[in-house]
């Protein structure tokens, strides 16, 4: 068997142990003789797994006492209706940060559900190449929450800081982030935000889960037309088990916290290993006079790196020899096109070195 080095930005690379031990226990789990899929969700053998891998995000995150874990569906776009659905029972306006493509489709999604939200910022000035600084932001009067993406995974756009979010007449509202595509690369303080959720098929597993954080104090804002599979209480009050949840993929999930606590030994070794990662591509790009990447240098994103062919018509080429030298997903967004290399957790640092190598290559011959 062959494993080529994965480069996709979703669904994406998963540690090679993870999927060995799901292998292992695919038929027979711990001796009793049926697959995590075949489980009942209220077993105790599942139960005991959903518990487990809770506990290791808590620890992972260092998730303070005041927040609820939560084990969703829908992906993060079911979060983009649901946000606004559980913080916008006392009245306001949702505020939010335009920094890219996810960040839009979250306006758009509160537009038309509630017919209204604020662009506190934007970065569509500078092409999305760069985060508008905080003294930039202007809440609306009735701000019930500010909303950002912390990194556009199609546009390669990170934040470099967490904002506060205070409005004109000094109140501050919680903050609510779309982690999707950086959770867990290092280390992050909870408590700066109110609400964080993340899309599971980047850092956290396979598709069909989703994780959101929430500070107990905002667990009674929720609208009273809300369905009832969007809200935080309701969820947090059955753990997470108000139908049968992804089990599978929650399953999987607490294998890759247990691998980030157990082999790379927490987020500060991860954020290490993913600097180092990152550093490689970004130096090569730099360096290079047929490879470019426009975002400014402070918002680069370590998860997601978009770059273009100073000569678009060998984009094809690239491409093609890239997935024969076993260089996997490596086509951008068909919205913007050119390429783009997601470094996830799971993606070694080999898959790098042999990326940066195939590119210098690719340019001593090609460019």
């Given at each position: 068997m062959t494993r080529h080095f994965n480069f996709c930005a979703g669904p994406a690379a998963l540690p090679t142990v993870v999927l060995e031990r799901a292998q292992q226990e695919m038929l027979d789990y711990q001796g009793r003789g049926l697959s995590v899929m075949e489980m009942s969700h209220r077993s105790s053998e599942y139960v005991a797994i959903a518990e487990k891998a809770e506990a290791d995000l808590r620890s992972l995150l260092a998730v303070p006492d005041n927040y609820r874990i939560l084990?969703?569906?829908?992906?993060?776009?079911?979060?983009?209706?649901?946000?606004?659905?559980?913080?916008?029972?006392?009245?306001?306006?949702g505020n939010y940060f335009e920094t890219g493509i996810w960040g839009k489709k979250a306006v758009k999604e509160a537009r038309h559900l509630f017919g209204a939200a604020h662009v506190a910022a934007s970065s569509v000035d500078s092409g999305n190449t760069e985060v508008p600084r905080e003294e930039d932001i202007q809440l609306s009067e009735d701000a019930a929450y500010l909303h950002i993406t912390t990194n556009e995974t199609i546009g390669g756009l990170a934040f470099d800081y967490t904002p506060r979010a205070v409005r004109p007449d000094g109140v501050e509202v919680p903050l609510v982030a779309d982690m999707s595509s950086n959770i867990l690369s290092g280390p992050l303080d909870?408590?700066?935000?109110g609400v964080i959720y993340a899309g599971a098929q980047k850092n956290i597993g396979p598709a069909g889960l989703v994780v959101v954080i929430v500070r107990d104090d905002l667990l009674d804002r929720a609208r009273s037309d809300m369905p009832t599979l969007f809200s935080y209480r309701e969820l947090a009050e059955a753990g997470s088990m108000i139908n049968t949840p992804a089990t599978?993929?929650?399953?999987?999930?607490?294998?890759?916290?247990?691998?980030?606590?157990?082999?790379?030994?927490?987020?500060?070794?991860?954020?290490?290993?993913?600097?180092?990662?990152?550093?490689?591509?970004?130096?090569?790009?730099?360096?290079?006079?047929?490879?470019?990447?426009?975002?400014?240098?402070?918002?680069?994103?370590?998860?997601?790196?978009?770059?273009?062919?100073?000569?678009?018509?060998?984009?094809?080429?690239?491409?093609?020899?890239?997935?024969?030298?076993?260089l996997l997903n490596l086509k951008g967004h068909r919205s913007v096109g050119g390429m783009r290399a997601s470094l996830y957790n799971a993606v070694p640092e080999e898959a790098v070195d042999a990326l940066v190598t195939f590119m210098n290559d690719f340019e001593q011959r090609r460019g």
């Amino acid at each position: 068997m062959t494993r080529h080095f994965n480069f996709c930005a979703g669904p994406a690379a998963l540690p090679t142990v993870v999927l060995e031990r799901a292998q292992q226990e695919m038929l027979d789990y711990q001796g009793r003789g049926l697959s995590v899929m075949e489980m009942s969700h209220r077993s105790s053998e599942y139960v005991a797994i959903a518990e487990k891998a809770e506990a290791d995000l808590r620890s992972l995150l260092a998730v303070p006492d005041n927040y609820r874990i939560l084990f969703t569906q829908g992906g993060a776009t079911q979060q983009f209706a649901a946000v606004p659905y559980n913080l916008l029972g006392n009245g306001g306006t949702g505020n939010y940060f335009e920094t890219g493509i996810w960040g839009k489709k979250a306006v758009k999604e509160a537009r038309h559900l509630f017919g209204a939200a604020h662009v506190a910022a934007s970065s569509v000035d500078s092409g999305n190449t760069e985060v508008p600084r905080e003294e930039d932001i202007q809440l609306s009067e009735d701000a019930a929450y500010l909303h950002i993406t912390t990194n556009e995974t199609i546009g390669g756009l990170a934040f470099d800081y967490t904002p506060r979010a205070v409005r004109p007449d000094g109140v501050e509202v919680p903050l609510v982030a779309d982690m999707s595509s950086n959770i867990l690369s290092g280390p992050l303080d909870v408590s700066r935000y109110g609400v964080i959720y993340a899309g599971a098929q980047k850092n956290i597993g396979p598709a069909g889960l989703v994780v959101v954080i929430v500070r107990d104090d905002l667990l009674d804002r929720a609208r009273s037309d809300m369905p009832t599979l969007f809200s935080y209480r309701e969820l947090a009050e059955a753990g997470s088990m108000i139908n049968t949840p992804a089990t599978y993929s929650w399953y999987l999930a607490g294998l890759v916290f247990e691998w980030l606590r157990q082999d790379i030994g927490g987020l500060e070794a991860m954020a290490a290993i993913n600097a180092r990662k990152a550093a490689k591509l970004y130096a090569t790009i730099d360096a290079s006079e047929l490879f470019s990447n426009p975002i400014v240098e402070r918002n680069r994103s370590r998860m997601n790196v978009p770059f273009v062919l100073a000569d678009d018509r060998l984009d094809a080429d690239f491409l093609r020899e890239a997935d024969e030298a076993g260089l996997l997903n490596l086509k951008g967004h068909r919205s913007v096109g050119g390429m783009r290399a997601s470094l996830y957790n799971a993606v070694p640092e080999e898959a790098v070195d042999a990326l940066v190598t195939f590119m210098n290559d690719f340019e001593q011959r090609r460019g």
